[in-house]
């Protein structure tokens, strides 16, 4: 063992390399580890806001559709009221289309969700390689 100017014992020679290689190798994983962790933690927070106001959003606007839809009924029962709603329904099913295909575009995009995790990762690799 060699003695360093704090008076600390460090050992040296190939055991001691391996040690603190693995040593290295330990906290760079952890680090990594970490930072997927924290990474699924903002997704599940991202998610559950987006599920919240997702929510309120489509209650708000289904209730606003509705009393809508009654009110131009009422305001047209006497000359066209078979026309108004003919005219709703198929409003309320070109927009539920246009809503469905938006969601299997968005679905099948797939998601980010370990990309920074992913690229650190590469990182390391290239800097390991000789």
Known sequence: ?????A??????????SLCNFAATLSG???????????EVEEEKLRFAQL???GSIALFCLAMGSVFLVIFVTILLWDSHRL?????????????????VV?????????????????????????????
């Open 1 to 5: 063992m060699a003695e360093t100017d």
């Open 7 to 16: 008076g600390i014992a460090h050992a040296t020679g190939l055991f001691a």
């Open 28 to 38: 760079v994983a952890q680090t990594r580890l970490e930072l997927l962790a924290n």
């Open 51 to 53: 599920l919240l106001f």
């Open 83 to 99: 026309l108004v709603l003919g005219g709703f329904a198929v409003l309320f099913f070109s927009l539920g289309g246009v809503a």
């Open 102 to 130: 938006m969601f299997r575009a968005r679905a099948s995009a797939g998601s980010r969700l370990f990309a920074t995790s992913l690229a650190e990762l590469g990182k390391d690799r290239q800097q390991l390689l000789p």
